[in-house]
């Protein structure tokens, strides 16, 4: 199983961007997908967005739609969100994780290995 380890989180103003990565100890191939959630203090854990192994097939949640673009490295073994046009809702942990070979790319509950987690403070 990869560790995962998430950084480029911050404190930014409200229109700002930030790119988080996501890197993991191992190889990344394997996994067929991988995605990026998100969870604000008191609220579940929420689908940001997914890709594929070769990046041909994104998902992205209605809200970050346009906003935000996942992209994956599988050399380097990394995945990153770029995140344009903040708004303060976008505020939270934002979480990289593995998906399970079955199950909506939209739920957690189908991912195996996650993150920590690295903060998005977005401020008005």
């Known amino acids: 199983q990869v560790q995962l380890v998430e950084s480029g989180g911050g404190l930014v103003q409200a229109g700002g961007s930030l790119r988080l990565s996501c890197a993991a100890s191992?190889?990344?191939?394997?996994?067929?997908?991988m995605g990026w959630f998100r969870q604000a203090p008191g609220k579940e854990r929420e689908f940001v967005a997914s890709?594929?192994?070769?990046?041909?097939?994104?998902y992205y949640a209605d809200s970050v739609k346009g906003r935000f673009t996942i992209s994956r490295d599988n050399v380097k073994n990394s995945v990153f969100l770029q995140m344009n046009s903040l708004r303060t809702e976008d505020t939270a942990v934002y979480l990289c994780?593995?998906?399970?070979?079955?199950?909506?790319?939209?739920?957690?509950?189908?991912?195996?290995?996650w993150g920590q987690g690295t903060q998005v403070t977005v401020s008005s």
């Open positions: 994780a593995t998906k399970m070979p079955v199950g909506p790319y939209y739920s957690a509950l189908n991912y195996d290995c």
């Open positions: 890709i594929s192994r070769f990046g041909s097939s994104t």
């Open positions: 191992g190889s990344i191939f394997s996994f067929n997908y």
